[in-house]
């Protein structure tokens, strides 16, 4: 085996991931970690019983190279902000082991999806590299911060992830989309700032903020995102459309190509101030966030993530 970059190794696994099927992704990696000697200088796994769990846990991961996350979007979530509560010299690299419905941070990363064992592959073999994270109100996101409509469909699918499992991923993004986009009435008004400019006045239907491209599964939101780039990037509506053009976008939104339309500017900004007449639904990586005023920044170079190769 080509030598590993794991180091001493903290392995989070959620095993309620994908339907339970973390606890079997996390015997696998228990005995993969423990037939290739190799791959670590020794290793400890911890599997989390409850939502916030993976927060104490990585905030405690001080003294290891490497932390690993086994689950969806929402445990890598928690370890993320975690691991950004230890001072920068202190904060070990993360690797994750996507198993989950959406997996959209690990489609940045370019990682397999719901493989454990072709994750392992990548991650003894990969490359760190040094990413950005996005910084909502005192909450780090790797991935996603929405408002609005996207956010109100996000925020359903998860509610529904919770009670049936009978659809995921995209599937689960597109009819929570149909269901809240039918619903739509207007928008959410907005005053925004953007690094410093004037501040223009908006009535938010779709507003996004991304480290990486995608969210819901993978749709494109933001299709030039890159998580090395020591930017955030934004999607937000500058017209309230009629419904059947709304609907219309959300369909082009699978592959990016809303990013045409005269409807949305997309734009890389390192910082924002947001105000909301009431408070609008939002999410953060998948987690409900409530208030009308939020101060969004980016944290450049804020962890050493690895890529495969």
């Known amino acids: 085996m080509p030598h590993s970059p794991l180091g001493r190794t903290l392995l989070i696994a959620n095993p309620a991931a994908h339907s339970g099927r973390g606890a079997a992704g996390a015997d696998f990696a228990r005995r993969f970690l423990g037939s290739y000697a190799s791959a670590t200088r020794g290793y400890e796994v911890r599997l989390t019983r409850g939502p916030g769990d993976a927060v104490g846990v990585a905030?405690?991961?001080?003294?290891?190279?490497?932390?690993?996350?086994?689950?969806?979007?929402?445990?890598?979530?928690e370890v993320v902000n975690g691991l950004m509560t230890l001072p920068t010299t202190a904060r070990p690299q993360l690797g994750v082991i996507p198993l989950g419905s959406g997996n959209d941070y690990a489609r940045t990363l370019g990682m397999p999806r719901n493989d454990v064992e072709a994750a392992f592959a990548c991650l003894v073999r990969g490359t760190a590299h040094e990413v950005e994270v996005g910084r909502v109100n005192g909450v780090h996101f790797m991935q996603t911060l929405s408002f609005g409509l996207d956010a109100a469909i996000a925020l359903d699918t998860t509610d529904r992830r919770a009670r049936d499992t009978s659809q995921e991923g995209e599937a689960l993004f597109v009819t929570s989309?149909?269901?809240?986009?039918?619903?739509?009435?207007?928008?959410?008004?907005?005053?925004?700032?953007?690094?410093?400019?004037?501040?223009c006045e908006l009535s938010t239907l779709v507003f996004a903020i991304q480290v990486g491209p995608s969210y819901g599964g993978g749709f494109r939101i933001c299709p030039d995102a890159s998580p090395c780039d020591g930017a955030l990037d934004v999607c937000y509506n500058v017209r309230v459309p009629a419904l059947p053009h709304l609907l219309g976008l959300f369909g082009l939104a699978r592959r990016g190509l809303h990013a045409r339309s005269s409807v949305v500017q997309l734009r890389r900004i390192r910082?924002?101030?947001?105000?909301?007449?009431?408070?609008?639904?939002?999410?953060?990586?998948?987690?409900?966030?409530?208030?009308?005023h939020f101060s969004v920044e980016v944290v450049p170079q804020a962890l050493r993530v690895i890529f495969p190769r």
């Open 59 to 77: 905030a405690a991961a001080a003294g290891f190279d490497t932390v690993l996350a086994l689950g969806g979007d929402g445990v890598i979530h």
């Open 177 to 199: 989309g149909i269901k809240i986009l039918s619903q739509a009435r207007g928008g959410y008004a907005c005053t925004a700032r953007f690094d410093g400019e004037p501040a």
């Open 271 to 292: 910082h924002a101030e947001l105000d909301f007449e009431v408070a609008p639904p939002c999410q953060v990586d998948g987690e409900r966030l409530e208030g009308t």
